[in-house]
């Protein structure tokens, strides 16, 4: 190959993976004056200003300015609003009062009706929720008012519900799919979240059955820039779900669409969560996927979207969304299993293939998997161990976290162009053997157990029909082979970005690993490039360059700051108080009273106040003692029935608080109900850490237990009582934190604690 076209080639390949990500969302631009029947990103961003200028979580003052918001813009749409208010524990054991937004638009036909669906609450305490769903109820707003802007009316009745208590257990969902007659009426639901504040938005289907129709009408509506693809979908399906999709998916058997975004992870539920670092492209995203699907699924039967059947399906720059029948998956595979068969008959008759140097194509391949292998998999452990503080990134991805992932990468691909190197006296042909038995290998493998990724086979037909290239021609041109490597690199930069986002940096072994398993598929073209060394030695260099510039973006700045945490926690029992916090590494705000010594939590670590990622206290030092009042507990039942011991207790606030933490020791609950909401039995049976419920507050309102237990049993009830004041309590003289620091997320946070011991003899 000649060197003009091994740069060229290069650059084709930089440009094809740059386009990779560049097709999958719009470009946002100012489109304030935009027609009246256009989606304008604009306008949208508005709702979202609006929305998000404070915490407004379930019992904060700001939620129901927030829900007072979406109601006016509503009925400034001339739509007829109601709310629709109640308990419910969903199947998480959280409870709280719900309070939906509802409103519809009457079809000309009495067919099942389209359902657009977000919600209000942002995530406790300090979360101002921009992304975190201000974006979907602003897309939401702003869609059905382009909509409605056209004078059309629809075919099928189209309702909006903007959801209460999301972000505490579904709770909005649990009670309109339970207990809202509307919910009979539904066909289909368009479902707009964010786990994130920026990236493409990934189109999610929640279906019991198969998703072939569904597949086929989101294809039929034919949305611009189309993010999805079925490996994510089986996934999905084989892990414990958390949208509000979901409960409608399981309870009301209604099927849907989710669309949920979550590049810039780190700002997920943080008070970073703002109008000024949400995705001006990413909110457009979400309405290129409104628009046309509420254009057509609006005008379309929605009465008939089940399927037995489902769908591979992926999204690639030009085509869109692929798909094609699982049916096909098996002889899609024999038939590549065939053609490996066949082209090795060829290469072999034609001597262009040696037994010897292609059992020797193994090692090169074997040895740069291993080492990106270990590296990845080794690589968050050791990024914590250099910088201790980003352990207090719960979520586990770093404000650097992009740097790394393309440091990550690189590293992949220098090994790759060593390892080859150190082989290159075996010829491209009898390389290629090795990498085509290994993609086959794996497309077998999920052809069997992950059939949603089967289209893994597409760029493996690519990759063997260069492989007949090769075999035949001695000096084949770099344009070809790299038109064939275009469906590898289309698909897989993407995930190999989107795996360690997602999932948080303890991920990097899929970077590493894929990156390796990608270059394999460009082996046709890297295997003619001359000086594979000089290709490995700029790939570390650019490793270590882009490890040094996340190193100089390590620390923690106004822009970038430091999750801390801080509790003044008091036991009612013994009349004690201590300070607390969840911070591995103690920052200087947070030292003026934890101090930087460890010390053992002691009890309250028994029992891990309830949080994502199950995070308990990592100090506790002695406080003094404050005058909290505790709350009221009324035993108002404590009886034997037949076997069943019959306990009711009633907990009422002394004092204004956010939440009720309630744990049992080990007894068997037969049954509980809360505030006349049953707990699940399902939740019962494998609710951990002795954990009974948790109470999310409104109003100041009590929490009633009624107990049913088997006679002999001698509980201990434990009780969390928390308020979110600490920094405003008048009791405490707590300073604003610096400007580098934000509330730490997923926990219990700026709380006065009281833990008090209810023991039953």
Same mark, same amino acid.
Request: aromatic share 14%; charged share 15%; glycine share 6%.
């Given at each position: 190959?000649?060197?003009?076209?091994?740069?060229?080639?290069?650059?084709?390949?930089?440009?094809?993976?740059?386009?990779?990500?560049?097709?999958?969302?719009?470009?946002?631009?100012?489109?304030?004056?935009?027609?009246?029947?256009?989606?304008?990103?604009?306008?949208?961003?508005?709702?979202?200003?609006?929305?998000?200028?404070?915490?407004?979580?379930?019992?904060?003052?700001?939620?129901?300015?927030?829900?007072?918001?979406?109601?006016?813009?509503?009925?400034?749409?001339?739509?007829?609003?109601?709310?629709?208010?109640?308990?419910?524990?969903?199947?998480?054991?959280?409870?709280?009062?719900?309070?939906?937004?509802?409103?519809?638009?009457?079809?000309?036909?009495?067919?099942?009706?389209?359902?657009?669906?977000?919600?209000?609450?942002?995530?406790?305490?300090?979360?101002?929720?921009?992304?975190?769903?201000?974006?979907?109820?602003?897309?939401?707003?702003?869609?059905?008012?382009?909509?409605?802007?056209?004078?059309?009316?629809?075919?099928?009745?189209?309702?909006?519900?903007?959801?209460?208590?999301?972000?505490?257990?579904?709770?909005?969902?649990?009670?309109?799919?339970?207990?809202?007659?509307?919910?009979?009426?539904?066909?289909?639901?368009?479902?707009?979240?964010?786990?994130?504040?920026?990236?493409?938005?990934?189109?999610?289907?929640?279906?019991?059955?198969?998703?072939?129709?569904?597949?086929?009408?989101?294809?039929?509506?034919?949305?611009?820039?189309?993010?999805?693809?079925?490996?994510?979908?089986?996934?999905?399906?084989?892990?414990?779900?958390?949208?509000?999709?979901?409960?409608?998916?399981?309870?009301?058997?209604?099927?849907?669409?989710?669309?949920?975004?979550?590049?810039?992870?780190?700002?997920?539920?943080?008070?970073?969560?703002?109008?000024?670092?949400?995705?001006?492209?990413?909110?457009?995203?979400?309405?290129?996927?409104?628009?046309?699907?509420?254009?057509?699924?609006?005008?379309?039967?929605?009465?008939?979207?089940?399927?037995?059947?489902?769908?591979?399906?992926?999204?690639?720059?030009?085509?869109?969304?692929?798909?094609?029948?699982?049916?096909?998956?098996?002889?899609?595979?024999?038939?590549?299993? $065939?053609?490996?068969?066949? #082209?090795? /008959?060829?290469?072999?008759?034609? &001597?262009?293939?040696? =037994?010897?140097?292609? @059992? !020797?194509?193994?090692?090169?391949?074997?040895?740069?998997?291993?080492?990106?292998?270990?590296?990845?998999?080794?690589?968050?452990?050791?990024?914590?161990?250099?910088?201790?503080?980003?352990?207090?990134?719960?979520?586990?991805?770093?404000?650097?976290?992009?740097?790394?992932?393309?440091?990550?990468?690189?590293?992949?691909?220098?090994?790759?162009?060593?390892?080859?190197?150190?082989?290159?006296?075996?010829?491209?042909?009898?390389?290629?053997?090795?990498?085509?038995?290994?993609?086959?290998?794996?497309?077998?493998?999920?052809?069997?157990?992950?059939?949603?990724?089967?289209?893994?086979?597409?760029?493996?037909?690519?990759?063997?029909?260069?492989?007949?290239?090769?075999?035949?021609?001695?000096?084949?041109?770099?344009?070809?082979?790299?038109? $064939?490597?275009?469906?590898? #690199?289309? /698909?897989?930069?993407?995930?190999? &970005?989107?795996?360690? =986002?997602?999932?948080? @940096? !303890?991920?990097?072994?899929?970077?590493?690993?894929?990156?390796?398993?990608?270059?394999?598929?460009?082996?046709?073209?890297?295997?003619?490039?001359?000086?594979?060394?000089?290709?490995?030695?700029?790939?570390?260099?650019?490793?270590?360059?882009?490890?040094?510039?996340?190193?100089?973006?390590?620390?923690?700045?106004?822009?970038?700051?430091?999750?801390?945490?801080?509790?003044?926690?008091?036991?009612?029992?013994?009349?004690?108080?201590?300070?607390?916090?969840?911070?591995?590494?103690?920052?200087?705000?947070t030292s003026q009273y934890i101090g930087k010594t460890k010390e053992v939590p002691g009890k309250l670590q028994e029992k891990t106040i309830s949080s994502k990622y199950s995070t308990g206290f990592t100090h506790m030092v002695d406080a003094p003692l404050k005058e909290i009042t505790p709350p009221k507990i009324d035993i108002t039942l404590d009886t034997i029935i037949g076997n069943d011991r019959m306990i009711t207790i009633c907990i009422t606030p002394q004092r204004d608080v956010n939440r009720l933490e309630v744990f049992t020791n080990a007894v068997e609950i037969k049954k509980a109900i809360v505030n006349s909401i049953p707990l699940s039995e399902f939740y019962l049976a494998q609710r951990k850490q002795g954990r009974l419920v948790t109470h999310y507050i409104s109003n100041n309102d009590y929490t009633e237990l009624q107990l049913t237990l088997p006679k002999e049993a001698k509980p201990e009830l434990t009780i969390y009582e928390a308020s979110n004041d600490l920094l405003t309590n008048a009791q405490f003289t707590i300073p604003e934190r610096p400007e580098n620091n934000i509330p730490m997320p997923f926990v219990l946070n700026d709380a006065i604690l009281i833990t008090k011991t209810i023991p039953f003899e």
């Open positions: 190959m000649k060197p003009f076209s091994k740069i060229t080639s290069l650059l084709l390949i930089l440009l094809a993976v740059y386009w990779s990500f560049k097709a999958a969302m719009p470009s946002y631009t100012e489109d304030i004056n935009t027609t009246k029947n256009a989606f304008s990103t604009d306008r949208a961003l508005t709702h979202v200003k609006n929305i998000s200028k404070k915490p407004h979580g379930v019992g904060f003052p700001a939620h129901t300015e927030v829900r007072n918001y979406i109601v006016s813009e509503l009925q400034s749409l001339g739509l007829e609003t109601s709310l629709q208010e109640g308990y419910t524990a969903g199947d998480w054991g959280n409870l709280s009062k719900a309070t939906n937004i509802l409103a519809r638009i009457k079809g000309s036909e009495d067919g099942k009706a389209l359902l657009l669906l977000s919600h209000y609450d942002s995530s406790p305490h300090s979360s101002l929720g921009a992304s975190d769903a201000g974006s979907g109820v602003a897309t939401i707003l702003e869609g059905v008012r382009a909509f409605l802007a056209e004078g059309k009316q629809p075919k099928n009745d189209i309702i909006i519900l903007i959801t209460d208590a999301e972000e505490l257990g579904l709770n909005g969902a649990d009670l309109f799919v339970n207990k809202h007659p509307w919910a009979k009426d539904l066909g289909l639901v368009l479902n707009f979240e964010a786990r994130g504040s920026g990236g493409p938005s990934y189109m999610l289907v929640e279906t019991n059955r198969g998703n072939g129709k569904l597949i086929q009408e989101f294809i039929a509506a034919n949305p611009k820039y189309p993010v999805a693809n079925s490996l994510v979908y089986s996934i999905y399906k084989m892990l414990p779900n958390d949208t509000d999709l979901t409960v409608f998916r399981e309870d009301g058997d209604i099927e849907g669409f989710n669309f949920a975004f979550i590049d810039d992870h780190f700002d997920y539920h943080t008070v970073r969560d703002n109008y000024n670092r949400l995705d001006r492209n990413t909110l457009a995203h979400q309405g290129s996927y409104l628009m046309p699907l509420l254009s057509y699924f609006a005008n379309s039967d929605l009465e008939h979207l089940k399927s037995l059947n489902d769908f591979v399906y992926f999204n690639v720059p030009f085509f869109k969304l692929v798909s094609y029948p699982f049916e096909w998956i098996w002889p899609m595979f024999a038939l590549a299993v $065939l053609f490996f068969g066949i #082209l090795l /008959i060829i290469g072999f008759r034609k &001597k262009t293939i040696q =037994i010897n140097q292609l @059992l !020797k194509g193994f090692l090169p391949m074997l040895l740069a998997l291993v080492i990106n292998g270990v590296v990845g998999f080794y690589g968050w452990s050791f990024l914590k161990w250099l910088y201790p503080g980003y352990t207090d990134i719960l979520h586990g991805f770093t404000y650097n976290g992009h740097t790394y992932i393309a440091s990550f990468v690189l590293f992949a691909i220098a090994t790759c162009f060593w390892s080859y190197h150190k082989f290159k006296s075996i010829e491209t042909p009898n390389l290629l053997v090795a990498p085509i038995f290994l993609w086959t290998l794996i497309c077998g493998l999920v052809a069997a157990y992950l059939p949603g990724a089967s289209f893994f086979i597409i760029p493996l037909y690519a990759l063997m029909v260069s492989f007949m290239v090769v075999i035949n021609q001695k000096k084949p041109s770099a344009y070809l082979i790299l038109i $064939l490597a275009l469906p590898a #690199l289309w /698909i897989y930069p993407p995930f190999i &970005k989107m795996f360690p =986002i997602g999932l948080g @940096l !303890k991920m990097m072994v899929a970077t590493t690993l894929l990156t390796s398993l990608t270059f394999y598929l460009l082996l046709p073209l890297f295997g003619f490039y001359k000086g594979k060394n000089r290709l490995a030695l700029i790939g570390f260099l650019l490793f270590i360059g882009f490890m040094v510039s996340a190193h100089f973006n390590s620390d923690f700045t106004k822009e970038n700051a430091k999750p801390t945490s801080l509790l003044y926690v008091l036991d009612a029992d013994n009349n004690t108080a201590q300070w607390a916090t969840y911070e591995n590494v103690v920052s200087a705000w």
